[in-house]
């Protein structure tokens, strides 16, 4: 046997392995969106996929790696559309775009948003939440360095997190008779208010302490440009002193 057939042989073993775990993924999802969480079962996605019970967990090692497999590939052009669209040149209206993308996505998917955010442990959260999560935190960073964040990067992106997941999530649990379209919008906004800043030359309102936690929020943001002015232990100091001051 040659080289060249040992080589193609193994190429068709490894497509062939692939396939399967898709078709897998796509029968869990299928189930997902038919019957929610209830009605992915090792034994329904097994004859729904056309394999035996045993291939699902020797391929995902349980059913939470198969349901973690199913919200990414669910998720996938979600994240591609908001990772591509081309940026507002306000970052807090790229934030707010953002926002808007994500509660339409989670009432459009309702089965898929509510396993990747029901289950709000950090054993079983989704990968896909994750990724979500870390363009979020890439928006607020934006807006940090613009100058115009009031509190710090991680705090902001959790605020605007969990306000975003709650409002999205009460939406889905809500009969449509009983939907206040206004919700999201407001609360979107109300949140907005809390952790953003006007533009910077605009009036404000703020007193001189605000202003010195709002620059000292935008320094930190880009502290890493400073690593050939500042020596680590120097970083960490000013780090400490800015989150002080933040």
Do not use: C, H, N, Q
């Given at each position: 046997m040659s080289e060249t057939t040992v080589t193609q042989m193994g190429e068709a073993a490894a497509s062939k392995r692939a396939g399967t775990r898709e078709r897998i993924v796509r029968a869990a999802a299928q189930l997902l969106v038919e019957g929610g969480r209830g009605a992915v079962t090792t034994r329904a996605v097994a004859e729904a996929a056309g394999v035996q019970a045993p291939?699902?967990?020797?391929?995902?090692?349980?059913?939470?790696?198969?349901?973690?497999?199913?919200a990414s590939y669910g998720f996938s052009t979600y994240l591609l559309d908001k990772a591509m669209r081309e940026r507002e040149e306000d970052p807090v209206e790229d934030l707010r775009r953002g926002w808007d993308l994500h509660v339409e996505f989670g009432l459009a998917n309702p089965a898929l948003y509510t396993l990747m955010y029901g289950y709000p442990t950090s054993e079983t959260q989704s990968t896909a939440a994750s990724e979500a999560a870390g363009l979020l935190r890439d928006l607020v960073q934006r807006i940090a360095e613009a100058g115009r964040l009031r509190v710090g990067v991680e705090r902001a992106a959790q605020m605007i997190q969990a306000a975003g997941c709650g409002v999205t999530?009460?939406?889905?649990?809500?009969?449509?008779?009983?939907?206040?379209?206004?919700?999201?919008?407001?609360?979107?906004?109300?949140?907005?208010?809390?952790v953003t800043t006007d533009e910077p030359g605009r009036p404000t309102g703020q007193d001189g302490r605000d202003r010195v936690a709002n620059r000292a929020v935008a320094l930190k943001a880009v502290l890493s440009e400073a690593e050939t002015e500042l020596t680590p232990g120097e970083q960490t100091l000013l780090s400490e002193w800015l989150d002080r001051l933040s």
């Open positions: 291939t699902i967990y020797r391929k995902f090692g349980d059913m939470w790696g198969l349901l973690d497999e199913v999530l009460t939406l889905i649990g809500t009969p449509p008779e009983d939907l206040d379209p206004a919700l999201s919008g407001m609360t979107r906004e109300a949140v907005l208010a809390s």
